[in-house]
């Protein structure tokens, strides 16, 4: 028999899938995006973990994989007895969680973060639950007393009791604890430890490593919340003003001075939590008595209304409480600008490249899903030429023929299906908007119909060629496969970026702690 002579371009081509079959196997969580991406293209669902696409109008990653709605559950319901569960619950289910009591955080190295996170839940219940519900604030309570006994030094624990006792319209135990927090200005959140726990603890539990590093970011970082307990002393504030009670308005302007005068022991770049006081209702009031145009006819811009609302503030500092009033007032607009120009430098939004990286993983990963979806169905139309095995349909026996027939229907409804499914889990959005849901639709059906009158094309033109001239119609089938594979190699790529810059994001803002706490530290719940 001659030799086979191979071209080199048919060498390359075949090397070059060779190593995009090693690079998914190398590349780290390539595999599991593979069988991310097929459980997304065909519904597969099992386990704790469901895999799906584009759900809704916002910049989420396709395929997007998380906790399903039962292991939610199952966190929620096991919280009140579990750390490890009220963690893992955290972003999901969080208005059904329960707050595990004192004793199980007692002794346990994220204790400061969790009198911090169960203060949140308690603050989020008694204002955003339907009815409201104050059932958090004593377990909030107990575990702050427990985390302050053992804690002594961190006032960012009176700052969060004082959120509590605000929750439980205790106004008076709230400003002793504020004054207390003012008195200890080194504040701890434990953000950092807090984030290296959960973060293995949802890989553990079957999130891959991209979508856990971004939900833990996303969980853990409580300390912003604290700055609630702010617009509870401005509703005081309003009311001092209201009742001309002007040394009660200068000492609670004082505190707000004192406790932005404390610093983030465990933060680099902190969010700056204690802001001016600028509410509409403080704004109305202070004009009233200064007799001003009320601010509300005086609003242009952002900008302009930050300007008008740090004028009126001033005026009514200077004229009715003193000098020293209005100096600690533009003190807080100063340091907190100054503070928020940091945190925006070294926020994960603005580091550079990030969101290139996140707009190139979410395309690579769209890309992946739909060339999946057109390998499938290129591969299904093959099925009905395998099986004539090169005799042609027309110089086939009758029962043959119809054989064919069937089989060649079934491969191009598979098509069809996969071809819609591709493009509804990578287009769909959801809406309000009836008109908006219904445009979205015909643009998935438009491109569903592209996709599936390329494989019709490529199944019709198999029957005016010679068995020797359908080789380029496989070498379709392949190249398709291979674009597959480059593009789940890319979305893995940078994917393990954005883990990396998650990470070292959270390094830098947490730069004066982070890695003081190995997760192997975090002791398990008694």
């Known amino acids: 028999m001659p030799n086979k002579q191979i071209s080199v371009w048919s060498l390359s081509f075949w090397i070059f899938t060779s190593l995009l079959l090693l690079a998914t196997i190398a590349i780290p969580g390539a595999l599991t995006l593979h069988w991310n991406i097929i459980r997304a293209l065909f519904n597969i669902q099992y386990g704790k973990t469901e895999v799906v696409g584009q759900v809704y109008s916002g910049p989420i990653n396709v395929p997007l994989s998380s906790f399903n709605q039962s292991a ?145 970011e996303a969980a853990t970082r409580c300390q912003q919340r604290l700055g609630r307990g702010v617009r509870d002393v401005e509703r005081l504030m309003t009311k001092a003003v209201q009742d001309l009670e002007d040394d009660r308005f200068d000492s609670l302007l004082n505190l707000l001075y004192r406790l932005q005068q404390c610093r983030w022991d465990d933060m680099t770049y902190p969010w700056p939590i204690i802001s001016p006081p600028d509410s509409d209702e403080l704004l109305t009031a202070m004009t009233l008595r200064m007799n001003q145009e009320t601010p509300s006819n005086q609003r242009e811009t952002a900008n302009d209304w930050r300007m008008v609302g740090r004028r009126i503030t001033y005026d009514f500092a200077i004229t009715f409480v003193g000098e020293n009033a209005a100096f600690e007032l533009m003190e807080l607009h100063h340091i907190r600008e100054l503070r928020l120009s940091r945190w925006r430098e070294r926020n994960l939004g603005n580091q550079n490249g990030f969101e290139r990286s996140w707009i190139a993983a979410r395309a690579c990963g769209i890309f992946a899903l739909v060339l999946l979806a057109l390998s499938n169905s290129l591969v299904a139309i093959e099925v009905p030429d395998f099986l004539a095995k090169d005799r042609g349909f027309i110089r ?103 883990v990396a810059k998650y990470l070292n994001c959270y390094r830098d803002v947490n730069a004066y702690a982070f890695g003081e706490l190995d997760v192997s530290d975090i002791i398990a719940d008694p």
């Open 72 to 216: 939610a559950e199952n966190w929620a319901a096991q919280s009140g007895d579990s750390i490890d569960a009220f963690m893992l619950s955290v972003s999901y289910r969080w208005a059904e969680r329960d707050i595990p009591s004192g004793d199980f955080w007692r002794g346990h190295p994220l204790i400061e973060w969790g009198a911090i996170a169960a203060t949140e839940d308690a603050y989020d219940a008694a204002h955003y639950n339907v009815p409201p519900s104050r059932s958090k604030c004593p377990k909030a309570l107990d575990i702050i007393q427990i985390a302050q006994s053992e804690h002594p030094d961190n006032g960012a624990l009176w700052l969060a009791e004082a959120v509590v006792h605000f929750s439980n319209d205790d106004d008076d135990n709230a400003i002793a604890a504020l004054n207390v927090a003012a008195e200890k200005p080194n504040w701890r959140s434990r953000e950092n430890a807090a984030y290296q726990h959960l973060n293995a603890l949802l890989q553990r539990e079957g999130l891959p490593a991209f979508e856990s590093a971004s939900e833990s």
């Open 396 to 498: 086939t026996s009758p029962s043959r023929k119809a054989s064919f027939w069937i089989v060649a229907l079934i491969a191009l409804a598979v098509s069809a299906m996969l071809s819609y499914r591709a493009c509804d889990i990578t287009l769909r959005t959801s809406s309000l908007s009836v008109e908006f849901q219904e445009q979205n639709r015909r643009h998935i059906k438009l491109l569903a119909a592209g996709l599936m009158s390329v494989v019709i094309m490529l199944f019709v033109s198999r029957w005016f060629l010679k068995p020797e001239d359908k080789k380029p119609l496989f070498a379709i089938t392949i190249f398709v496969f291979v674009l597959y594979l480059a593009f789940v190699c890319m979305a893995a790529n940078v994917r393990n970026g954005l």
